[in-house]
């Protein structure tokens, strides 16, 4: 009896770690639509009324058209007087419009707007945080400077939370062979395939 309690539990588990990663997924993707359609809603409700388009259809020219404009702001900014305008705006919002700096670093490192300024472009390390103990966190290293090191350790499972952290060069192990996106998957399934940087460090 209770290899069979085991049996419909693990199947039902299993089936779970399929299904709901796929509709949180689902979920996400149908609340971006609905606040992306409601802020374009003008927009599209200029083009049902004046042409013969379904709203569906509205909203795809519209999205289409908004991915065009980033498209060209992004090759705009390529340019020299481009560069020079953004860093004229940058500064203007950054002075007058209060969270513009935070919102701005926050999507630039999660995104990557820069290689440099990119959290993805960071190493991956094994720290010691107290120097007295064996204990070893995941953490990405943010900024190197004379002192040692400045690393961000993700929580798990959320790897967009976490903490900074400014410690001495003796207190960092870099690890050149694994990627940002692999320690990432480990601090997502709270440490499990953690095996890989473990026995990289020990290399």
């Known amino acids: 009896m209770k290899k069979l309690q085991s ?20 979920i996400l993707f149908q609340w971006l639509f609905a606040l992306v359609t409601g802020v374009i809603q003008p927009l ?7 042409a013969d388009v379904r709203e569906l259809m509205a909203d795809a020219i ?4 908004l991915i065009s404009v980033c498209f060209g702001i992004g090759l705009l900014i390529k340019t020299g007087v481009g560069a020079w305008v953004h860093r004229w705006l940058d500064k203007g919002l950054a002075k007058f419009a209060p969270g513009y700096s935070t919102i701005r670093d926050v999507v630039v490192q999660f995104v990557g707007g820069s290689e440099e300024s990119s959290i993805l472009s960071g ?4 720290v010691r945080i107290y120097q007295d103990s064996e204990l070893l966190v995941t953490a990405i290293v943010t900024a190197q400077h004379k002192h040692g090191y400045t690393v961000f350790v993700p929580t798990a499972p959320v790897p967009t939370s976490g903490m900074v952290y400014h410690l001495p060069t003796a207190s960092v192990k870099l690890l050149p062979d694994v990627s940002v996106e692999q320690a990432m998957k480990t601090v ?10 473990v026995e990289t460090a020990d290399n």
Do not use: D, Y
């Open 62 to 65: 519209v999205l289409l058209l």
């Open 44 to 50: 599209t409700n200029i083009l049902t009324s004046r």
């Open 188 to 197: 997502i399934a709270c440490g499990a395939g953690s095996q890989a940087i």
């Open 123 to 126: 190493q991956v390390a094994l």
């Open 7 to 26: 049996f419909i539990a693990l199947t039902f588990l299993g089936g779970i770690t399929v299904v709901l990663p796929i509709a949180i997924l689902m």
